[in-house]
């Protein structure tokens, strides 16, 4: 998809397909949820890359898949030389030391039986990492890094509140010095005035540690703010993909130009004069999703191929993908495109994708 | 129904919960007016005290542990926190109604969509079964649920989270109610679902003319919303404004904070305004300003004293010492 070799994770032709349970009994063909369906992307290193989509869409297993906390169906994760959806149970467990995972709910991804010292030291100890007075200093160090007294090692989850219980989070994830970091909605938890503290904190711990990050979130405004790139996902296939200034600015599929167009602004004055583009209906079951286009269903520019083919991902703009067969290079903006029109589809056979 | 043209008129409205730590002053001394045909914001974190005072207005705190210590609720005249449980019974449901957070827990899961529609009105309205049923289905149609008179004897679980948002809505405008308070009523959805909720919450008031309560944490979500908005903090009410007044020049350090500490998209990347420090405990509230140790303006006096609620404008006022020079820089700023 690109071709610059700093690249930390290349994701290729992922696929996480799950059974439905007891839908084979009568003979059927069993019922199949494909939350991620066919996802190719690269994480450059040292960037954020956000994750943007609704509930339901497979943000949340493409995440966990990456690091195998979900088995992939098919498909490969390149990271370093290895490709993690191949390795074996045992080899992936020594790469976990380089991939780690903050979770959206505090209240819930910490032990409240285990003290505040405990739960940090946990991945120190079961890396190998150090003993003694050097993980106590260790520790002592990771809480002061997201802001955390060394007073609180002795107490227990429950002692705190959202926005604390989400630094140990983070301190329990770079206790084992990891380069990169699925954030699954890190933020959706917490108050306004927490979520840009914690914001704040994960920049500050990319710039100095040189991480990168997966910020998997369903808060457009806080992935634009976060991310150097955002890839937009609808119904495990990711039909944008773009610098967040430029995906924000001029969203080029008709689903990332609704979803930006619903997020509602802090300004009267902006609110009074806009005009939302407000999609008609819900995301559609995962188990069988729409042919063709999987948002022709509900896309005001819907016409009759967009059920027929299926859209690639391509280059529209320079660095701006998107997979939607109304547009191409010659005509990115669907506005402008003439009634009923498919550009997409003359100039597929010249644009070429990962 | 009063002079003023307000259709409700809280004042001083105190509400307390008896805890394992002390006496928590969720609701301390709140006063706020909603007039005839508006729509009031009532913005706030979580322990703010903003669900807290909206039960208190239907009467809705389980007592103990929790008590409605003084104040007074005048709803078309009457103070509600002197009715007789039968007669709050008679207004709740349908001269104000209310919507929650999530439409999973406040439908009932067993109980058939059609059943739970119905109740209303036959217990409000005296409608036959028949009655209720048919308006029930017109309900559906006018929240914009496909295929109504199919659909509404399906149970919960087989709605989507915004078509259980709006039953709920179906619910609570089936009696024309006169005041909607709608608490977070879409916090746990989606954002598309989000912008066709608020559409239907507007255009739905403007067909009925009805008040409307809009309790949110969304600065977004209020902004296009709403005619006035309170903010809380603690318990109290930290500022009032008319909402463009309140966007264009809060008069408070808090409200202030608030709104820096939001990502705007128009803006450049980089750090982001972050309001230090956590939410205070509100067992343990000091008897000085509760936002001073968080507050970028604090000086001694703001740790030593309780602010005065200092009137800015006509329509606007502010919980704080410095409430003057606070306005007066966001003017310069603006």
């Not at chain 1, 890359?49 to 195998?68: D, N, P, Q, Y």
């Not at chain 1, 002061?144 to 609180?152: D, K, T, Y």
């Not at chain 1, 979130?217 to 991310?227: P, T």
């Not at chain 2, 979500?221 to 909402?243: C, L, N, Q, S």
């Amino acid at each position: 998809m690109d071709n610059e070799a700093n690249n930390l994770i290349s994701i290729r032709d992922l696929k996480v397909h799950f059974p439905l349970a007891g839908s084979s009994w009568f003979g059927s063909s069993p019922s199949i949820v494909k939350a991620v369906d066919g996802v190719s992307l690269d994480i450059r290193a040292g960037e954020t890359l956000g994750l943007v989509g609704e509930s339901g869409c497979g943000k949340s297993t493409l995440g966990r898949a990456i690091l195998r906390l979900i088995e992939p169906t098919s498909g490969q994760v390149l990271f370093r030389d290895h490709d993690l959806a191949s390795l074996s149970n045992r080899a992936m467990r020594e790469q976990r030391r380089h991939l780690q995972i903050i979770f959206q709910d505090p209240y819930a991804s910490l032990n409240p039986r285990m003290t505040v010292g405990q739960i940090v030291s946990e991945p120190i100890e079961t890396f190998r990492l150090a003993r003694g007075d050097a993980k106590r200093r260790r520790v002592q160090e990771l809480l002061e890094m997201v802001g955390l007294s060394a007073r609180f090692l002795k107490r227990y989850p429950h002692e705190f509140s959202g926005g604390q219980r989400q630094r140990i989070g983070i301190a329990r994830a770079l206790a084992v010095d990891p380069d990169f970091i699925v954030a699954d909605e890190p933020i959706s938890a917490l108050d306004v005035s927490i979520q840009a503290q914690i914001m704040n904190l994960l920049d500050r711990l990319r710039r100095e540690k040189n991480l990168t990050y997966l910020f998997i979130s369903h808060d457009l405004r806080a992935v634009h703010h976060v991310s150097a790139r955002v890839a937009v996902l609808y119904l495990g296939k990711i039909v944008e993909l773009a610098e967040a200034k430029s995906i924000y600015a001029q969203p080029l599929m008709p689903y990332t130009k609704a979803l930006i167009s619903a997020v509602p602004v802090p300004d009267p004055k902006v609110e009074a004069k806009r005009r939302r583009v407000v999609l008609e209906g819900d995301v559609p079951s995962p188990i069988n999703p729409p042919r063709g286009c999987r948002f022709h269903t509900r896309c005001p520019y819907a016409i009759g191929d967009c059920s027929d083919v299926e859209p690639a991902l391509v280059q529209i703009k320079p660095n701006h993908f998107a997979a939607c067969i109304r547009i191409s290079p010659d005509q990115p903006d669907i506005e402008r495109v003439a009634p009923g029109d498919a550009p997409g589809l003359r100039a597929r056979s010249v644009a070429s994708i990962a | 129904m009063n002079t003023n043209g307000n259709l409700l008129e809280v004042k001083d409205l105190r509400t307390y919960f008896e805890t394992e730590d002390g006496v928590v002053k969720a609701v301390d001394g709140v006063s706020f007016e909603v007039r005839q045909g508006e729509t009031l914001g009532i913005v706030g974190e979580s322990g703010s005290g903003k669900s807290v005072a909206n039960l208190s207005l239907m009467r809705l705190i389980a007592e103990p542990p929790g008590k409605i210590v003084s104040g007074s609720i005048t709803f078309r005249g009457r103070d509600i926190l002197k009715l007789s449980p039968r007669e709050v019974r008679a207004i709740r449901g349908k001269q104000i109604a209310m919507i929650f957070q999530d439409p999973m827990t406040s439908l009932n899961p067993f109980m058939r969509i059609s059943k739970q529609l119905m109740e209303v009105t036959r217990l409000h309205l005296g409608h036959s079964k028949g009655e209720a049923r048919e308006h029930a289905i017109r309900m559906l149609e006018v929240v914009g649920i496909p295929d109504a008179e199919a659909r509404i004897d399906s149970y919960p679980h087989e709605f989507s989270g915004g078509m259980r948002q709006r039953v709920i809505i179906a619910m609570a405008l089936s009696c024309q109610p006169e005041l909607l308070i709608a608490d977070e009523p879409t916090t746990a959805l989606d954002v598309t679902i989000q912008a066709q909720i608020l559409e239907l919450i507007k255009r739905l008031k403007g067909e009925t003319g009805a008040s409307v309560i809009l309790v949110t944490h969304d600065l977004g979500v209020v902004a296009g919303m709403t005619d006035h908005i309170i903010v809380m903090y603690a318990g109290k009410v930290f500022e009032r404004a008319p909402t463009s007044e309140l966007f264009g020049q809060p008069g408070n350090p808090y409200t202030r904070g608030l709104l820096r500490s939001v990502p705007d998209p128009a803006a450049e990347q980089g750090n982001l305004y972050q309001i230090p420090g956590q939410p205070p405990d509100l067992a343990r509230l000091p008897g000085a300003c509760p936002f001073a140790p968080r507050c970028e303006r604090a000086e001694e006096i703001c740790r030593r004293e309780f602010p005065p609620f200092v009137q800015l404008t006509s329509e606007h006022s502010s919980l704080c010492h410095f409430a003057d020079e606070v306005f007066a820089e966001s003017q310069e700023a603006a």
